[in-house]
């Protein structure tokens, strides 16, 4: 007498061990993908700051470096340029996608809102007094946001009774009614607590200040005076 064979296939108690198994290789995945997924966003994240912070290096490096010495309308034995700790203003080529166009007065300064700001105007725009603080008519530009303070910085020979002549070039706060540029300008930014992204220290050449001793005249291109 034969006995039958047994039934091909699991047995209940099998099944809930395999499913069982199923759910926590599926809850381990979804764990994983998910930290992957937020790890790469954060990367992306991160890229895009240092992004933005490069790009806002890399204008500043080549606006600050091609700064124009042109003259002084109120003061023709000066330079038209002015910084102190907190902003600058100085004139300098047009941007490349406004090129060929006159030369443009540049203000770089932090707004109260965090905000880094890069205005322009022609400087042949005759409706707005390019010397006043308001920027109605200019062209803005945000180079940075979320910043909590900028420092602004100007190597050259020191002024007043004390700084005669042949003294060596020292940092100074300001710089304004000069008969030459600075020879260098730093520029520090800083980011509030808990903010990760970082400011490498920018320090620029003015080429202008340099080289090229010439304070020329923004309307007829010739000289006005020297530095």
């Known amino acids: 007498m034969t006995r039958p064979h047994a039934a091909a296939g699991f047995t209940l108690v099998e099944m809930l061990v395999c499913l069982a198994i199923l759910a926590s290789v599926s809850v381990v995945l ?16 991160k890229d895009a700051q240092i992004d933005e912070i490069a790009q806002a290096q890399f204008t500043l490096r080549h606006l600050l470096g091609d700064i124009h010495p042109s003259v002084n309308p109120q003061n023709n034995s000066a330079v038209d340029f002015f910084g102190n700790q907190f902003g600058l203003e100085f004139d300098g080529q047009p941007p490349d996608n406004a090129a060929p166009d006159a030369f443009q007065r540049y203000r ?65 706060l300001q710089w304004s009614n000069r008969a030459t540029l600075p020879s260098l300008v730093g520029v520090r ?32 291109g010739t000289c006005g005076g020297t530095e």
């Open 30 to 45: 979804v764990t994983g993908i998910g930290r992957m997924d937020l790890r790469q966003r954060f990367i992306g994240q």
């Open 108 to 172: 770089v300064r932090l707004e109260r809102n965090g905000d880094l700001m890069l205005y322009r105007i022609s400087t042949l725009d005759e409706t707005v007094d390019r010397h006043q603080r308001e920027v109605t008519g200019w062209t803005a530009q945000r180079l940075l946001t979320g910043v909590s303070s900028m420092s602004v910085r100007y190597l050259g020979p020191g002024t007043g009774p004390l700084a005669g002549t042949g003294t060596l070039p020292a940092w100074q």
């Open 189 to 220: 930014i800083e980011f509030p607590a808990g903010d990760r992204r970082s400011w490498p220290d920018l320090v620029v050449r003015l080429r202008a200040a340099n080289g090229d001793t010439c304070a020329r005249d923004l309307r007829t």
